[in-house]
């Protein structure tokens, strides 16, 4: 969600990996691919975009980004209201919430070189950071598949999904609000939908070696929820990452269950909340991506997921009181802190599990950003004091004396680097 503040079961016939047909073009350039059946927040089709090297070919390994960029849905339809903006800036309303309700070609990277169009991607960086994490020239993941980051190229090809439904990759379902007596906002939550849409396609595009999952913000809620089915498309899907996701608790946030049954996420049954799309945890008192991350930490015990935060998050802080946020906890009686209390939940149902680690940072940073720029240059945000080009650096963030990009070299298996994945808190 940048610095911004940010099902009926739906059950898709995905093509067995054996009968994919390879034809992703391995140029190095972006591809913009139309998907049929897919819909933003305005009802208008999306897509996705992607990027295979050519040192690499169509069976390389491949990273699935999801996009964040906000959400709405938990009152009267105000927070999905959205005035379109030019393609890659985004639309964000009045309250800030929300980030876009369109994206098409328009908004992509088509036809550009990989390095050349992160910017378009992510202006505030935020993505960038993402991106030069797996094939920037600091990359965590440069000795992946050989000694030297530079004769190899790069070492993943990149699937970008979108976000521009406003339900964190977890809706299916189309809701008509009431904004006034005489208008009504006709509101397209399909993430859940559209990534699945999107995974059919990107069967016949590419037979990966293995397959990461990164989502920063609302798009680490979508990892979250699509970890299950992305697993059962790829069976060698080996890593997920959700990148400051909260992880914001119904408990302490009780609009969030709201959100989940209006985007058809989540459906009562018996008086219990269960999980439409994205699969909770049994017994769950409400829809949220904390009984989310306890079922893939029981279901999928061999994938390697990460969960990163702060713990006073600015952004989430800004949802947790959209969300109706109760200011209680074992943090404080207050919403200023309210992912420091979901993750002293998390923390002891995570701890010591081989395959299950955290890296929770003191202080306000909303996603970890990868930049070169000085902390004194105009595109620096200071929020409360935070520098986000500094203190929220992707290169230099330290917790327990435990740099943030070793233990993501850690997380992906970087020879050297092993004894950096373990719980930072």
């Known amino acids: 969600m940048k610095t911004r503040l940010l099902l009926a079961c739906a059950v898709f016939c995905l093509p067995p990996l054996a009968e994919a047909r390879a034809d992703a073009i391995c140029d190095g350039i972006w591809h913009w691919i139309d998907v049929g059946g897919t819909e933003c927040l305005d009802g208008t089709q999306t897509g996705f975009e992607y990027v295979c090297f050519p040192n690499l070919g169509h069976e390389g390994p491949l990273l699935i980004y999801l996009e964040g960029g906000g959400a709405c849905g938990w009152d009267s339809g105000q927070s999905c209201t959205c005035n379109n903006e030019a393609p890659g800036v985004g639309c964000w309303n009045s309250n800030g919430n929300l980030g876009t309700n369109h994206y098409d070609k328009s908004f992509s990277c088509d036809g550009e070189a990989y390095s050349t169009c992160l910017n378009l991607l992510d202006p505030e960086g935020a993505n960038t950071g993402t991106y030069a994490a797996?094939?920037?020239?600091?990359?965590?993941?440069?000795?992946?598949?050989?000694?030297s980051s530079t004769s190899s190229g790069a070492n993943?090809?990149?699937?970008?999904?979108?976000?521009?439904?406003?339900?964190?990759?977890?809706?299916n379902a189309i809701h008509v609000f009431a904004l006034s007596s005489t208008q009504t906002l006709t509101a397209h939550f399909k993430g859940f939908r559209n990534v699945g849409l999107d995974l059919e396609k990107v069967t016949s595009l590419f037979k990966p070696s293995r397959v990461a999952l990164w989502g920063d913000s609302a798009g680490a809620v979508g990892v979250d929820c699509n970890l299950k089915r992305i697993v059962e498309t790829?069976?060698?899907?080996?890593?997920?990452?959700?990148?400051?996701?909260?992880?914001?608790?119904y408990k302490y946030d009780p609009l969030l269950n709201t959100a989940g049954l209006t985007w058809g996420a989540a459906a009562v049954a018996d008086g219990v909340t269960v999980g439409v799309t994205c699969p909770l945890l049994d017994g769950a008192q409400g829809w949220d991506n904390f009984s989310i991350k306890l079922y893939n930490k029981q279901a999928f015990p061999a994938v390697r997921q990460a969960s990163t935060?702060?713990?006073?998050?600015?952004?989430?802080?800004?949802?947790?009181t959209f969300l109706g946020c109760t200011g209680s906890g074992a943090c404080g009686l207050?919403?200023?802190?309210?992912?420091?209390?979901?993750?002293?939940?998390?923390?002891?149902e995570l701890a010591d599990n081989p395959n299950n680690k955290f890296y929770y940072h003191p202080g306000i940073c909303h996603v970890e950003v990868e930049t070169d720029i000085s902390g004194d240059d105009p595109e620096c945000a200071v929020v409360g004091g935070t520098n986000i080009c500094t203190d929220c650096n992707y290169d230099s963030m330290t917790r327990d004396g435990v740099m943030f990009r070793d233990w993501v070299r850690g997380w992906i298996g970087v020879p050297g680097f092993s004894r950096y994945w373990r719980d930072v808190k």
């Open 309 to 320: 935060e702060d713990y006073s998050d600015s952004v989430v802080n800004g949802f947790a």
């Open 156 to 171: 993943w090809n990149t699937i970008h999904i979108p976000y521009c439904t406003g339900d964190v990759h977890a809706g």
């Open 334 to 348: 207050s919403c200023d802190v309210e992912p420091c209390n979901s993750i002293n939940d998390l923390i002891p």
């Open 234 to 249: 790829f069976p060698q899907t080996q890593f997920s990452f959700s990148n400051s996701d909260g992880p914001i608790r």
């Open 134 to 147: 797996f094939n920037g020239p600091t990359s965590a993941f440069n000795n992946v598949q050989s000694a």
